[in-house]
T-cell receptor
Framework: GAGVSQSPSNKVTEKGKDVELRCDPI?????LYWYRQSLGQGLEFLIY????????KSGLPSDRFSAERTGGSVSTLTIQRTQQEDSAVYLC??????????????FGSGTRLTVV | GEDVEQSLFLSVREGDSSVINCTYT??????LYWYKQEPGAGLQLLTY?????DMKQDQRLTVLLNKKDKHLSLRIADTQTGDSAIYFC????????????FGTGTRLKVLA
């Protein structure tokens, strides 16, 4: 697609429920990243994909968080048994190649998750 | 470890210059970036600078890099109300996974 697409744009869920957040990167971009932006905080790295594999998932806060990527394209971030502290904007970004340092990321508009 | 710091707020009058500052800790960073986030939107890449450069100019934007002090700044000339946004600096981490380390962001408010 023309840009990075994330869905849903907004999600309100009850504490304890599972949620899935979707990211459609720019076609051909092999690197995909998930970040979390909490109110008043910077961007917190969650996970990095190169193709379908995740060489770095060091930022996932707990084992309730998981992510996968299929076909070198769409990625899904799943949060199980959501907690109120999971409320944040989840941002996805893609870039053509991980090692190409002069390419900045292209970000999606994010999914605003509210856990009530 | 890797850390990027920015002041949280900046307020300027329309037409004045804005200077947003950033300090980072990873001296081996090769590229440093400035991103802009408007309300309800994702982050937009504004500009970047390679670590062997001291300055980069792009229209109203000037990036200055002091590698010795690990200090990066973004100057916006003739600031307009449309420049009101949150500005993030970022460094590429050196862990080999190409993740970027972002600062907390500086909220720029332009007063008419």
């Amino acid at each position: 697609g023309a840009g990075v697409s994330q869905s849903p744009s907004n999600k309100v869920t009850e504490k304890g429920k599972d949620v899935e957040l979707r990211c459609d990167p720019i076609s051909g971009h092999t690197a995909l990243y998930w970040y979390r932006q909490s109110l008043g905080q910077g961007l917190e790295f969650l996970i990095y994909f190169q193709g379908n594999s995740a060489p770095d998932k060091s930022g996932l806060p707990s084992d309730r968080f998981s992510a996968e990527r299929t076909g070198g394209s769409v990625s899904t971030l799943t949060i199980q048994r959501t907690q109120q502290e999971d409320s944040a904007v989840y941002l996805c970004a893609s870039s053509p190649l991980g090692p190409t340092e002069n390419y900045g990321y292209t970000f999606g508009s994010g999914t605003r998750l509210t856990v009530v | 470890g890797e850390d990027v710091e920015q002041s949280l707020f900046l307020s300027v009058r329309e037409g004045d210059s804005s200077v947003i500052n950033c300090t980072y800790t990873d001296s081996s960073s090769t590229y440093l970036y400035w991103y802009k986030q408007e309300p309800g939107a994702g982050l937009q890449l504004l500009t970047y600078i390679f670590s062997n450069m001291d300055m980069k100019q792009d229209q109203r934007l000037t990036v200055l890099l002091n590698k010795k002090d690990k200090h990066l700044s973004l100057r916006i000339a003739d600031t307009q109300t449309g420049d009101s946004a949150i500005y993030f600096c970022a460094e590429r981490g050196t862990s080999g996974t190409y993740k970027y380390i972002f600062g907390t962001g500086t909220r720029l408010k332009v007063l008419a």
